[in-house]
């Protein structure tokens, strides 16, 4: 167990809605990743949030927006869904310049 | 920007068979290095990590990487691998200068029993 908590597990949906995805980091630490893998396109980072702010931006389309509260939890909402959306979603934390502790993912289905 | 490189997409080895796994990053700097696995339906776990010192570090379930700054390479060794390694690996750097951390593209190793 990393420590890290995502929610849901799996999350099924259709095409053109919007979803949330949820993640708290370990205890302490405030930077929080977001990653996407899919079969296709492999392991893609998708944002950095560090203590409530946006340090870092991949590959993340303009529809899939994130943001960090407070109490350093964060989310990732994906709108507009479309099929090749279906991917696992990771959240990672780290302390800073650590090594990222993964959540369990969330495997998102777009039908 | 760092980019990260990793020499195989795909290895495949018998059981006992020994195993190198090729990473290089871009430019140099203070960077800091990782190299996760992940197997198969689960999330990625860290194997070994370096951030100075001796360039030889010693991970998990008798991994190591040795860590070569003239030739910004961080590969992955282990001298006698189980079917129980099947799994897919991927280095990581963490780049002080901009801050980010970029992974490569992962190996997916299979190990033939």
């Known amino acids: 167990d990393s420590g890290v908590t995502q929610t849901p597990k799996h999350l099924i949906t259709a095409t053109g809605q919007r979803v949330t995805l949820r993640c708290s980091p370990r205890s302490g630490d405030l930077s929080v990743y977001w990653y996407q893998q899919s079969l296709d396109q492999g392991l893609q980072f998708l944002i950095q949030?560090?203590?409530?702010?946006?340090?870092a931006k991949g590959n993340i389309l303009e529809r899939f927006s994130a943001q960090q509260f407070p109490d350093l939890h964060s989310e990732l909402n994906l709108s507009s869904l479309e099929l090749g959306d279906s991917a696992l979603y990771f959240c990672?934390?780290?302390?800073?310049?650590?090594?990222?502790?993964f959540g369990p993912g969330t495997r998102l289905t777009v039908l | 920007a760092q980019s990260v490189s990793q020499h195989n997409h795909h290895v495949i080895l018998s059981e006992a068979a020994s195993l190198e796994l090729g990473c290089n990053y871009s430019y140099g700097g203070t960077v800091n290095l990782f190299w996760y696995v992940q197997y198969p339906g689960q999330h990625l776990q860290l194997l070994l990590k370096y951030f100075s010192g001796d360039p030889l570090v010693k991970g998990i379930k008798g991994f190591e990487a040795e860590f070569i700054k003239s030739k910004f390479s961080f590969n992955l060794r282990k001298p006698s691998v189980q079917w129980s390694d099947t799994a897919e690996y991927f280095c990581?750097?963490?780049?002080?200068?901009?801050?980010?951390?970029?992974f490569g593209p992962g190996t997916r190793l299979s190990v033939l029993p």
């Open positions: 949030y560090y203590n409530g702010e946006e340090r």
């Open positions: 990672a934390s780290s302390s800073r310049g650590g090594e990222q502790f």
């Open positions: 990581a750097v963490w780049d002080n200068y901009g801050q980010n951390f970029v």
